[in-house]
């Protein structure tokens, strides 16, 4: 790169990062937005460091800069939110539970965050994922009897936690009779 260049963006930065950061840090709800949208004006500023006007304009540029940029970023944030309410309520349709499943699933998910990793592996490629033997064996780059045997395992460890806490559930037991 031209020194130049290098020496133009480093100055302008100086003078203007303090500033750029307020208009931001006044318009975005959280401290890690405002720097996103600062980082994208910036890297903007320098992608176009031969279009960026001379003297105080520079810093009038760059506030234009980023009014587009936090104009992109609401609407990404507002898209990523209807899809997000979308999927929410696809999944609450498709998975219902009772309100002792409701009751029990922290404390099953807390038990089985308790396990060793492989076995939790295993049970949520199984229960999570909807894998079968022969796929989980090529994710983990294993044997199916390899899989058989872990799953097994992990489904007797899991059994046991769940047993000693208080909570039956007819899936193991269903799961353990394969």
């Not at 031969?50 to 234009?64: M, N, V």
């Not at 922290?106 to 396990?115: D, G, M, N, Y």
Request: aromatic share 6%.
């Amino acid at each position: 790169m031209d020194s130049e260049r290098v020496r133009r963006f480093e100055a302008v930065y100086a003078a203007t990062f303090t500033a750029i950061l307020g208009y931001a840090a006044r318009r975005c709800a959280v401290p890690e937005d405002a720097a996103d949208v600062v980082a994208e004006t910036f890297a903007a500023a320098w992608r176009r460091i031969d279009d960026l006007p001379p003297g105080d304009r520079a810093r009038l540029w760059l506030y234009g800069t980023a009014r587009n940029v936090l104009a992109n970023h609401r609407r990404g944030s507002a898209r990523r939110d209807d899809l997000s309410a979308a999927l929410a309520a696809q999944l609450a349709g498709r998975y219902a539970r009772s309100p002792e499943d409701e009751l029990a699933a922290p404390a099953i998910l807390r038990l089985l965050h308790e396990l060793p990793p492989t076995d939790r592996e295993v049970l949520t490629l199984v229960a999570w994922e909807g894998l079968d033997h022969g796929e989980i064996a090529e994710v983990l780059r294993c044997s199916r009897n390899t899989v058989r045997l872990r799953l097994h395992r992990a489904r007797r460890r899991l059994a046991a936690r769940l047993a000693a806490a208080g909570i039956t559930t007819g899936l193991l037991t269903a799961e353990e009779k394969r």
